[in-house]
Each structure stands twice: as C-alpha cells, then as structure tokens.
C-alpha cells in the first residue's frame, strides 16, 4: 500500500532552515516613533543586527538614500508597499524611519557600508525631516497636543513638520477637513528637505473616516484627495521621499462589507497609481539541478516509488475514461517512478510551460518554489499527498505566490487572493463533505491558474482532462472536478473557459462586471424595486381583502371599513419590532377587528436585498456600451440571469411572508396557520388559509346576530352590532361588514326574527336601503314590534283561462306567464303536451329538474291517445 510522500522522503534542511524572510514579527510605526515599541525595533543598531537584509530591502534603501541626497536620476520619489498581512510592510518602514532619523548609527552597520559604497559618498543622509503617519494609531476625529486641535492628516503633517508655525499656514483646511491642493502642499514641503514621510496602515484610517461627514462629503473621501495631492507634490520636489503601504487585497481592509472594501481598495490603487510598486521580496537561489538531490536527502526506496506509482495507474484505469490515454502508458509509469517524489506533470509544468518564460529562473525558481511546496507538505501533512501534484504549489503561501506573480503581472495577487484563495474556498464550504476536505475547488483553480503561466498565450490554460491529471489522486471520485468547475465558473471572477481551456485573466469575466455593477445599485433603489415586486405578488383586487402594501409607518394605516391585509415592510423581520409595530396601528384604530398583518420572516431579508441588488446589476449592464462589447455567450448569459433572477425575487418574496397575526386584546396575536402552496398571490394565500380556519366570513346569519347582541332582550342599535363585529377582536373578520350587516338584518326580518325600528316607523318585512343607512336605526325583538295597519280584506275571485297552441307559436304564451310575474295571488297552471314517447320523456326531465330547482309543488300524469 503506497504511503505519504512525507512517510518516505527527507527532504534536505535547507528546505526547513532557510529563513526566506526574518522580518515576521509585526511592530508599531507609531510606537518605533514614540519610543514604546521593543528595543529590537527602537533602537537602530538592534534592529539592523536582527533584520535579515534582503536584495529587495538593500535595493530600497539605496534609492530613498539617492532621493534623500539628491542624486539626480536614482530613487523614486513615491513608494507603494504593497504585500499582505504580514509581508514585512511596516518592518520595512521602520528600517527606511532608522535611515533618515539615525543615519550615523546606521553608517557603522553593515548596510550602512553597502549603502554608502553603492552611493559611492561618505555619508548617509543627514538632517532628514521625518514625519510618521501611522493609520491605525491615529483619530479621524483628531486629537488635542500644544493647545492646537489637529483635525486631519494634513493638520498632522504640517504640525508635526514645523510645530505650531507651521500648522498655522494649513489651519483653515485643517479646521474645515477640506483637502488642500497640491501647490499650497508644495511650498510647505520644498522648506522643509530632505524629507521622508511614512504612511503605515492608510487603509485603515480611511475605513474609520468614512463615518466622518464633511458637508456632502466625508473625510475619507477629502483624505484620498489630500493623498492624491501629496504624491503630486512630492514628486514635484528633488529630495523629499513619500512611502504608502497598502494591503495586497480588498480582503485585508478593516471593514465588514466586502463591497465597500473593494471599493475603497480600488480606489486607493487609483490614487497612488504613480507610486512605485514594491512587491514581497525575492530571495536568490541554487541554478537549476537534479531536482532529488538538490531537495531530498532521501527519497526512499525504489518499492516506495513503485508502490505509489501503481496506486496512481490502478486509479487511472479504474477511471480510465476520465484520463487522458498516456498516463496509462509505459512510458508515463516509468517516468512516474523517475520522477518520484513528484508527479511528472509538475515537472512538465515547470519545465515546458514555465521553462521558455523570460521571467522564469528555471533552477533557481523551481528549487525556490518546490522548496516552499516541500515547506508546506511536511508542515501539514495532507492524507492524500502520495505524490506532489501542481494541486500543492499554496498559492496562499505569500511567497509561493510572489513566485507565480511574477511570471504574470501584478494584478494577479489581487486575482489570487480574491478568486483562489477566497471564492474558491467558498464553493469549498458550499458543497462540503470531500470537496472542502480535500479542497477541490482551490486546487482547481490553483491548477487552472498555474496552467495560465505561459510563454506563449496560444497555450494558456489547461483542458479538464489536463486539470484532472494536475489535481486529482487515488480515493477520489473524478466526477467531483465536473461539479467544482461548474460552480468556480459561476462564482470566481477572472476566470475563463476558452477553446475547451480554463484560464485566468486579468480581464473580468461577467461574475466581476456584474459585482461592478452592484456596487452602484443604491439602498433606494433596492427598496424601490422590493416594493414594485411586492405590490405585483402582493394581490390587490384578487379578493375581498383590501390590500396595504408595506406603509413604511404605522401611522400610515388608517381606520379600515372592510377586512384589510397589512403587509409589513421586509425590513420589520425582528419579532419584536415587528409586534410593536402592529400594536401602534392596533392602539390607533377601532375597528381593529378587520386588520390582518401579514409579516416577514426573521432572517429573510438579505437574501432578497442581494437578489434585487444583482437583479438591478443585470439591467443596467444591458443599457451600457459595454454590454455590446461582451461576447455573445456571456449576452446571452445576462439575460437569462435576468429572467432567472426575476422569477428568484418573487419567489423569495412570497416565502418571505409566512407569519400572520390579528388584533387581540393584549394586542396582536400570531395565528397559526398553512398557506396553499398553489396560491399566486399573498392575499390570495391569506385569504384561503382565513376562510379555511374559518376565521374569515363573507357573509352573517340572521342566527349570530341574535345570539350575539341578544336582540329578544331588548332594542340594539344597528351601529352597535357594526362596532361588535368590526371592533372586538373576539369576532370572524367579515370581509365587507357594512354590506354583509345589511344584507344580514334583511334576512333576518324577513324569516322574523328581528325587526328594525327608526323613530315611531317599524320594519318588518323589507327594510329599505336609506332606514339601514340612517343611524338611529335600531333592532327589536319582533313580539315587541308595532305591526304597520293591516290593510282591508280584499275580495278574492278566480278566472281560468284555457288555451290550445302549436308547439310552434309558443311566444304568445311565453307573454302571458311574464304579464302574471310578481302578482300577487296563486297561479295554478295545467298543461297538456302531445307528442312521441322519445320527445315527452327527455321534455318530462328537463322540466321536472326546473320546477324543482326552484321548489315548485308539481304533479305529472300520463293520459295515453287513441
């Protein structure tokens, strides 16, 4: 059974002893400056004894020493420090601090001689105004020191070069926390050369800025500007140096939305975009050799090797058809064993793919990178690492990833952190299980941006067979990359499918354009297009129910006068904000029994912001120049997201409102109930699971009002039945109640069960519509009824008319029934019909079914004809 690389192979101590960067530790600016910090970074003479000094380091201090003395085309005047956290940014200035500050101290160091035996003078800079900006120690609300209230950057810069003299000249930009402009920064700054000006930490200020408010404006936004001037003065001047550090990615700065992050992080890039980049430091290396003996000191035995290559060729022909034909071949499994501990496809990689890149150092880059690789196995210890696979080159490794870098352009640290080191790992966390144990979707696109390297852009990126190969090992199921493609396609933002190639490039994909775009989608437009879609699904006018779509007060809800759905706004998701504000429209109505509330559930409301958010994105891309510059798939693509997105919203909408309450008298009550899942509308769902429970009537017998208001007992007005029903929260919401009442009372009087009574007038068969409008109208027991005079007997006669026809002239005697319509009196009709047995027997059932439909006493007979 083969065994782990790490089980087998010792690799050579250099791989663990060599310390590729010393500068770990992380140490304060402000404290370096303030005295309070370690002696090892305090004190100057310390601090170099214990600082590992690498090309890039020396190279960096050459120049600022140049730029400080004023030696005509050597040193840039702006410096961008950009590596990640804990790449040695502030380790890095607090050595360019001990330059200009103890530049004595530092002549008697090693550096000291390099520097001045490059700079070919005597001395290191002497007299250098430094002024520190540390980002993290200092208050965008500004601090109180020598009777002067310092409000901003640039109020600390003047103060802290020429004390309170200086400050006077910026008071009033300092005071308003507007951004001077460059030309009064230049005559400040030409006075006091050489200077040097540190900025640690920017990013971190400007994140605790942004809540500062400057007019229409903010602080973060008039420090970007103050920024944005200062380099521009800087570089106008002969020996002053300003040196920025920055995080390598958005995922690196100090705020909660990672919208808002990228935002400013690519803001600021715009800002210093003139600023020389420093990247994380490049150590030298051994040439290039035989890569076993320069690594290993062992790679075990021969079995070991052989025992991994067959574990590696059983899988590939167990999953053959997942695999291109030459692993399997002789050929391939010899060279697997030559090759081990690696796999030949990484020794392919960075012989055939890398090797013709000029940027690539062949053996000092390859024993440099497969150093940092073997660093990272031994340290973790991965179960599946039978061989070293591409899938192990980490480029979350800083300097694994300085390497890779390198051979691409800069703005693939950002694409790494970002789509490899972060989105990837969310698919990750998605599907779980083996996917996120053996992280698959990481090395996917590890592999897919490895394969992006390349001398030549006609074979950029690497097919799935290829990717296959790179990545996966025994125990795991191929089917799995299918999967992980699929979703890093969909989530990761630089990468591309091409010519049945994945690859990265520098360009955005859709998945990036379309998070562009979100960024501009406001708040108001989110709640704008929420609440259009709501009045769509919301149902007005599908039934009974008068509809009030999400009143973002609840002063808004007035006195309701039929059964009325309150939809509460999305944003009221907290219970408890939810039931207070319910019980405010309930304290303020009183016929509170007709309220129904119809609130959101806890926790719904990102998901539907967010769809709505890429919904509105979506839009506007297609109403943009840039929509008709994209490739007709990815077209295609934003209109069916579109479309899908659309149908999403409205679905999250209506899964969004499930919890129901009423007027109670404590105050609202939830109701426990099961909307239908057929339902189009939320009134519609509403309105089926009231009526369901019961709770909802559309209509009153002439029986509950009796028992309700106890009508034999004596008089009761007619608004006071309205007031019971629509007022106490004990009673069925009646969805019209003015109407349902009328027709009620009407009912009732007529059976006599009741009367109505307005004044000395009493009603007691039909009840007009003006006596149930008028307000005095009362109800009364009907034994207790003033009975309207019975008007004199009538003398009643009959008259019998007979009468024969054709079946044919029927319509005289159509006439003839239509002229007896609402006479009063009794009709009593006999008709005989001749016809066939076939034609009477169909005319017998048609008939009967009428007349009984309509309750009418009937008799047939059958007289048969000679």
Same mark, same amino acid.
Request: with cysteine; aromatic share 6%; charged share 25%.
């Given at each position: 059974?083969?065994?782990?690389?790490w &089980?087998?192979?010792?690799?050579?101590p250099?791989?663990?002893?060599?310390?590729?960067?010393?500068?770990?530790?992380?140490?304060?600016?402000?404290?370096?400056?303030?005295?309070?910090?370690d002696?090892?970074y305090?004190?100057?003479?310390?601090?170099?004894?214990?600082?590992?000094?690498?090309?890039?380091l020396?190279?960096?201090?050459?120049? +600022?020493?140049?730029?400080?003395?004023g030696?005509?085309?050597?040193?840039?005047?702006?410096?961008?420090?950009?590596?990640?956290?804990?790449?040695g940014?502030?380790?890095?200035?607090?050595?360019?601090?001990? =330059?200009?500050?103890y530049?004595?101290?530092?002549?008697?160091?090693?550096?000291? &001689?390099?520097?001045?035996?490059?700079l070919q003078?005597?001395t290191?800079?002497?007299?250098?105004?430094?002024?520190? =900006?540390?980002?993290?120690?200092?208050d965008?609300?500004?601090?109180?020191?020598?009777?002067?209230?310092?409000?901003?950057?640039?109020?600390?810069l003047?103060?802290?070069?020429?004390?309170r003299?200086?400050?006077?000249?910026?008071?009033?930009?300092?005071?308003?926390r507007?951004a001077?402009?460059?030309?009064?920064?230049?005559?400040?700054l030409r006075?006091?050369?050489?200077? $040097?000006l540190?900025?640690?930490?920017?990013?971190?200020?400007?994140a605790?800025?942004?809540?500062?408010?400057?007019?229409?404006?903010?602080?973060?936004?008039?420090?970007?500007?103050?920024?944005?001037?200062?380099?521009?003065?800087?570089?106008?001047?002969?020996?002053?140096?300003?040196?920025?550090?920055l995080?390598?990615?958005?995922?690196?700065?100090?705020?909660?939305?990672?919208?808002?992050?990228?935002?400013?992080?690519?803001?600021?890039?715009?800002v210093?975009?003139?600023?020389?980049?420093?990247?994380?430091?490049?150590a030298?290396?051994?040439?290039?050799?035989?890569?076993?003996?320069?690594?290993?000191k062992s790679v075990?035995?021969?079995?070991?090797?052989?025992?991994?290559?067959?574990?590696?060729?059983?899988?590939?022909?167990?999953?053959?058809?997942?695999?291109?034909?030459?692993?399997r071949?002789?050929?391939?499994?010899?060279r697997?064993?030559?090759?081990?501990?690696?796999?030949?496809?990484?020794?392919?990689?960075?012989?055939?793919?890398?090797?013709?890149?000029?940027?690539?150092?062949?053996?000092?880059?390859?024993l440099?990178?497969?150093?940092?690789?073997?660093?990272r196995?031994?340290?973790?210890?991965?179960?599946?690492?039978?061989?070293?696979?591409?899938?192990?080159?980490?480029?979350?490794d800083?300097?694994?990833?300085? @390497?890779?870098?390198?051979l691409?352009e800069?703005?693939?640290?950002?694409i790494?952190?970002?789509?490899v080191?972060g989105?990837?790992? @969310?698919?990750?966390? /998605?599907?779980?299980?083996?996917?996120?144990r053996?992280?698959?979707?990481?090395?996917?696109? #590890?592999c897919?941006?490895?394969? #992006?390297?390349?001398?030549?852009?006609?074979?950029?990126?690497?097919?799935e067979?290829e990717?296959?190969?790179?990545?996966?090992r025994?125990?795991?199921?191929?089917?799995?990359?299918s999967?992980v493609?699929?979703?890093l396609?969909?989530?990761?933002?630089?990468?591309?499918?091409?010519?049945?190639?994945?690859?990265?490039?520098?360009?955005?994909?859709?998945?990036?354009?379309?998070?562009?775009?979100?960024?501009?989608?406001?708040?108001?437009q $989110?709640?704008?297009?929420?609440?259009?879609?709501?009045?769509e699904?919301?149902g007005?006018?599908?039934?009974?129910?008068?509809?009030?779509?999400?009143?973002?007060?609840?002063?808004?809800?007035?006195?309701p006068?039929?059964? *009325?759905?309150?939809?509460?706004?999305?944003?009221?998701?907290?219970?408890?904000?939810a #039931?207070e504000?319910m019980?405010?429209?309930?304290?303020?109505? *009183?016929?509170?029994?007709?309220?129904i509330?119809?609130a959101?559930?806890p926790?719904?409301?990102?998901?539907?912001?967010?769809?709505?958010?890429?919904?509105?994105?979506?839009?506007?891309?297609?109403?943009?120049?840039?929509?008709?510059?994209?490739?007709?798939?990815?077209?295609?693509?934003?209109? @069916?997201?579109?479309?899908?997105?659309?149908?999403?919203?409205?679905?999250?909408?209506q899964?969004?409102?499930t919890?129901?309450?009423?007027?109670s008298?404590?105050? +609202?009550?939830?109701?426990?109930?099961?909307?239908?899942?057929?339902?189009q509308?939320?009134?519609e769902?509403?309105?089926?699971?009231?009526?369901?429970?019961?709770?909802?009537?559309?209509?009153?017998?002439?029986d509950?009002?009796?028992?309700?208001?106890? %009508?034999?007992?004596?008089?009761v007005a007619?608004?006071? +039945?309205?007031?019971?029903l *629509?007022?106490?929260?004990d009673?069925p $919401?009646?969805a019209?109640?003015? /109407?349902?009442?009328?027709q009620?009372i009407?009912?009732?009087?007529?059976?006599?069960?009741?009367?109505?009574q %307005?004044?000395?007038?009493?009603?007691?068969?039909?009840?007009?519509? /003006?006596?149930?409008?008028d307000?005095?109208?009362?109800?009364?027991?009907?034994d207790?009824?003033? #009975?309207?005079?019975?008007?004199?007997?009538q003398?009643?006669?009959?008259r019998i008319?007979?009468?024969?026809?054709?079946?044919?002239?029927?319509y005289?005697?159509?006439?003839?029934?239509?002229?007896l319509?609402n006479?009063?009196?009794?009709?009593?009709?006999?008709?005989?019909?001749?016809?066939?047995?076939?034609?009477?027997?169909?005319?017998?059932?048609?008939?009967s079914k009428?007349?009984?439909?309509?309750? $009418?006493?009937?008799?047939?007979?059958e007289?048969?004809?000679p």
């Amino acid at each position: 059974m083969a065994k782990r690389v790490w &089980e087998v192979c010792e690799p050579h101590p250099d791989v663990f002893s060599r310390d590729i960067d010393p500068s770990l530790f992380a140490a304060s600016l402000h404290q370096v400056e303030g005295g309070t910090a370690d002696p090892d970074y305090v004190e100057a003479e310390r601090f170099f004894k214990k600082t590992y000094m690498t090309q890039s380091l020396r190279h960096l201090m050459e120049g +600022v020493a140049a730029r400080l003395l004023g030696l005509p085309g050597r040193g840039a005047p702006l410096l961008r420090l950009e590596t990640p956290f804990g790449g040695g940014k502030t380790h890095t200035m607090v050595a360019l601090y001990h =330059l200009a500050k103890y530049a004595p101290v530092v002549e008697q160091q090693p550096v000291g &001689e390099e520097l001045r035996a490059l700079l070919q003078t005597d001395t290191l800079p002497r007299d250098v105004r430094v002024v520190v =900006l540390d980002g993290v120690a200092l208050d965008p609300r500004g601090r109180q020191v020598d009777g002067v209230h310092l409000h901003t950057l640039w109020g600390e810069l003047a103060y802290r070069l020429g004390g309170r003299a200086l400050y006077e000249v910026m008071r009033e930009a300092d005071e308003a926390r507007v951004a001077p402009g460059q030309s009064q920064l230049e005559t400040i700054l030409r006075g006091c050369q050489p200077l $040097i000006l540190l900025m640690d930490e920017v990013m971190d200020y400007l994140a605790r800025a942004s809540g500062v408010r400057v007019g229409e404006s903010t602080l973060m936004a008039q420090t970007a500007s103050f920024i944005r001037a200062l380099t521009s003065a800087v570089g106008a001047l002969d020996r002053a140096v300003m040196v920025v550090s920055l995080p390598a990615s958005s995922l690196e700065v100090p705020v909660d939305d990672p919208q808002q992050a990228e935002r400013m992080f690519q803001h600021m890039h715009l800002v210093l975009e003139r600023a020389a980049l420093i990247e994380t430091p490049v150590a030298e290396d051994e040439v290039f050799g035989v890569l076993q003996r320069r690594l290993f000191k062992s790679v075990g035995t021969e079995q070991s090797a052989r025992q991994a290559m067959n574990a590696f060729q059983d899988y590939y022909a167990e999953f053959a058809r997942f695999f291109p034909d030459t692993v399997r071949s002789p050929q391939y499994r010899e060279r697997m064993l030559k090759a081990y501990p690696f796999h030949p496809v990484l020794v392919d990689l960075l012989y055939q793919r890398w090797g013709p890149h000029p940027k690539f150092q062949r053996t000092r880059g390859a024993l440099r990178l497969l150093a940092l690789v073997m660093r990272r196995l031994w340290n973790q210890r991965p179960g599946s690492a039978y061989l070293i696979q591409p899938h192990h080159i980490d480029l979350a490794d800083r300097y694994v990833r300085s @390497e890779v870098v390198r051979l691409l352009e800069s703005s693939y640290d950002a694409i790494i952190t970002g789509d490899v080191n972060g989105r990837a790992r @969310e698919v990750e966390r /998605e599907l779980g299980g083996d996917y996120q144990r053996e992280e698959l979707a990481q090395g996917c696109a #590890t592999c897919a941006l490895l394969y #992006t390297v390349s001398a030549s852009a006609e074979i950029q990126g690497c097919t799935e067979d290829e990717l296959r190969v790179a990545m996966l090992r025994p125990k795991i199921n191929p089917a799995q990359v299918s999967e992980v493609l699929k979703r890093l396609q969909a989530q990761l933002w630089y990468l591309r499918y091409r010519d049945r190639r994945y690859l990265f490039t520098s360009r955005p994909n859709l998945n990036k354009v379309i998070l562009d775009h979100e960024q501009d989608v406001t708040s108001d437009q $989110i709640d704008e297009q929420i609440g259009r879609v709501l009045g769509e699904i919301s149902g007005r006018g599908r039934t009974s129910l008068q509809v009030l779509q999400a009143p973002p007060d609840p002063q808004l809800v007035n006195e309701p006068s039929q059964a *009325t759905l309150v939809i509460l706004p999305l944003s009221l998701s907290d219970i408890q904000r939810a #039931t207070e504000w319910m019980k405010q429209v309930v304290g303020r109505v *009183t016929r509170r029994n007709l309220l129904i509330f119809l609130a959101p559930d806890p926790g719904r409301e990102e998901a539907v912001r967010v769809a709505v958010r890429r919904l509105l994105a979506l839009q506007a891309i297609t109403h943009t120049s840039l929509f008709r510059e994209l490739e007709e798939e990815d077209r295609k693509e934003v209109q @069916e997201q579109i479309r899908a997105k659309d149908s999403e919203i409205r679905g999250l909408l209506q899964g969004a409102y499930t919890r129901l309450f009423r007027p109670s008298a404590e105050g +609202v009550n939830e109701l426990r109930v099961m909307f239908r899942r057929d339902a189009q509308t939320l009134s519609e769902a509403v309105y089926a699971a009231l009526v369901e429970q019961g709770l909802l009537v559309e209509t009153l017998s002439p029986d509950y009002i009796v028992d309700v208001v106890n %009508v034999k007992e004596g008089p009761v007005a007619v608004v006071a +039945v309205q007031t019971a029903l *629509t007022g106490s929260p004990d009673q069925p $919401i009646v969805a019209n109640p003015q /109407e349902a009442l009328k027709q009620t009372i009407r009912e009732g009087v007529r059976k006599g069960q009741f009367a109505v009574q %307005v004044e000395d007038q009493i009603f007691i068969d039909d009840v007009p519509e /003006e006596v149930l409008n008028d307000k005095q109208a009362v109800l009364v027991p009907v034994d207790e009824s003033k #009975t309207e005079p019975t008007p004199p007997e009538q003398v009643v006669i009959q008259r019998i008319l007979r009468v024969e026809s054709s079946s044919s002239l029927l319509y005289p005697l159509k006439q003839l029934l239509e002229s007896l319509q609402n006479k009063q009196g009794q009709v009593a009709m006999e008709l005989k019909v001749q016809g066939s047995q076939e034609v009477l027997s169909a005319w017998h059932n048609q008939v009967s079914k009428l007349l009984n439909d309509y309750g $009418i006493p009937h008799e047939w007979k059958e007289e048969s004809q000679p």
